[in-house]
T-cell receptor
């Protein structure tokens, strides 16, 4: 069974640009959530999608957005990139309210 | 507000010894789950152990066990017979039983010394 797949794995952008990250969950998992990981801050919750609907949203500015498609694949977008957006962005999927998140390897974004 | 605090940014332990990682949390919810996740260097984060808040019995998973003190809002992880493969960042987390929103601590970097 394939795990959670995130693309791209690494990317470099400049301030003011935008970026789109993709996440393919484990087959059968309908919930996809996104986290921002930075040193010293741990993992910060961005948002969670279930059946194409955003159910929860963290405390991030509107520059951070996401969506989920009918096949449960999800994308997140960050517009008008800032230096502070440099981070590892992790996607996780879960089958239901089991409490176990299955993480992808992450997309490491560097903003110059 | 929900918060998770891991007060030990870095820890080390000799191979085969026992180490305990601390975690405290704050929530006004009564139904929730607690977790320890492990993130090895340059590898995916994986679940180590989970605890339902309504269960008084502490969860165990092979060499890993927890000490769950609900009243104190404390959830520590004990690793027995530490192995080199246990070297990783460990994150404490909890989830409210109304959705899949997790709250993570800032992590403890554990190094197992041969």
């Amino acid at each position: 069974k394939a795990g959670v797949t995130q693309t791209p794995r690494y990317l470099i952008k400049t301030r003011g640009q935008q970026v789109t990250l993709s996440c393919s969950p484990i087959s059968g998992h309908r919930s996809v959530s996104w986290y921002q990981q930075t040193p010293g801050q741990g993992l910060q919750f961005l948002f969670e999608y279930f059946s194409e609907t955003q159910r929860n949203k963290g405390n991030f500015p509107g520059r951070f957005s996401g969506r989920q498609f009918s096949n449960s694949r999800s994308e997140m977008n960050v517009s008008t990139l800032e230096l502070g957006d440099s981070a590892l962005y992790l996607c996780a999927s879960t089958r239901g309210a089991t409490g176990e998140l299955f993480f992808g390897e992450g997309s490491r974004l560097t903003v110059l | 507000a929900q918060t998770v605090t891991q007060s030990q940014p870095e820890m080390s332990v000799q191979e085969a010894e026992t180490v305990t990682l601390s975690c405290t949390y704050d929530t006004s919810e009564n139904n929730y789950y607690l977790f320890w996740y492990k993130q090895p260097p340059s590898r995916q984060m994986i679940l180590v152990i989970r605890q339902e808040a309504y269960k008084q019995q502490n969860a165990t998973e092979n060499r890993f066990s927890v000490n769950f003190q609900k009243a104190a809002k404390s959830f520590s992880l004990k690793i027995s017979d530490s192995q080199l493969g246990d070297t990783a960042m460990y994150f404490c987390a909890f989830m409210i039983n109304t959705g899949n929103q997790f709250y993570f601590g800032t992590g403890t970097s554990l190094t197992v010394i041969p």
